[in-house]
């Protein structure tokens, strides 16, 4: 089953108005989780490094300012879009490590698309 | 720097034909770990496989195959007697090999069409 969850699944917001999205770790505690975004026919992109107990780190042309990034526990990290304008649509995907022996398994989210309307 | 090349941006073939899809990186870590996932119109990844540098040997898993050449930094994934199922978009990606886990880049994507 599932190991890293997403909420909502889907979401549509007016223009300026601000959304959380959430990432769960279901069954192990990641004091890391990554944040991707991906327009339709690209890539995914990094946006940012969700670090549990600091503070995020964002890549280069990632506005920390709209895109709120909180760890607030070892299984929960939060993306908040403020003031969501319609070039914000996307979809973003969360991504936790999670240890297996001496290394680690990327575990993937669902994802969440979100509309900006 | 990291980079992850997926030349072949859609492909198309018919059922039953085999299909290679190309992955060329760029790295200077010596220890570093490949992927390939899946992503179907529903946009969840499905992780297909994931291999360590130092692990040059081929793997093949059911219709799927994987040539990993480090000397030309590829790592090719063929689908052999394609389906239509398998009409996806299909994600190369590369990550450092750090204790602590790190994100992974993605190449562009290959979208493959498979029609019967």
């Known amino acids: 089953g599932a190991v890293v969850s997403q909420h909502p699944s889907w979401v549509i917001c007016k223009s300026g108005t601000s959304v959380k999205i959430e990432c769960r770790s279901l069954d192990f505690q990641a004091t890391t989780m990554f944040w991707y975004r991906q327009f339709p026919k690209q890539s995914l992109m990094l946006m940012a490094t969700?670090?549990?107990?600091?503070?995020?780190?964002?890549e280069q042309g990632v506005e920390k300012d709209k895109f709120l990034i909180n760890h607030a526990s070892l299984t929960l990290s939060t993306l908040t879009v403020t003031s969501a304008h319609p070039e914000d649509s996307s979809f973003y995907i969360c991504s936790a490590p999670r240890p297996r022996g001496v290394t680690y398994e990327q575990y993937f989210g669902p994802g969440t698309r979100l509309t900006v309307t | 720097a990291q980079k992850v090349t997926q030349a072949q941006t859609e492909i198309s073939v018919v059922e039953k034909e085999d299909v290679t899809l190309d992955c060329v990186y760029e790295t200077r870590d010596t220890t570093y770990y490949l992927f390939w996932y899946k992503q179907p119109p529903s946009g969840e990844l499905v992780f297909l496989i994931r291999r360590n540098s130092f692990d040059e040997q081929n793997e093949i898993s059911g219709r799927y195959s994987w040539n990993f050449q480090k000397s030309t930094s590829s790592f090719n994934f063929t689908i052999t007697a394609s389906q239509v199922v398998d009409s996806a978009v299909y994600f190369c990606a590369l990550s450092e090999a750090r204790q602590a886990g790190t994100a992974l880049i993605f190449g562009k994507g290959t979208t493959l069409s498979v029609s019967s």
């Open positions: 969700s670090n549990e107990g600091s503070k995020a780190t964002y």
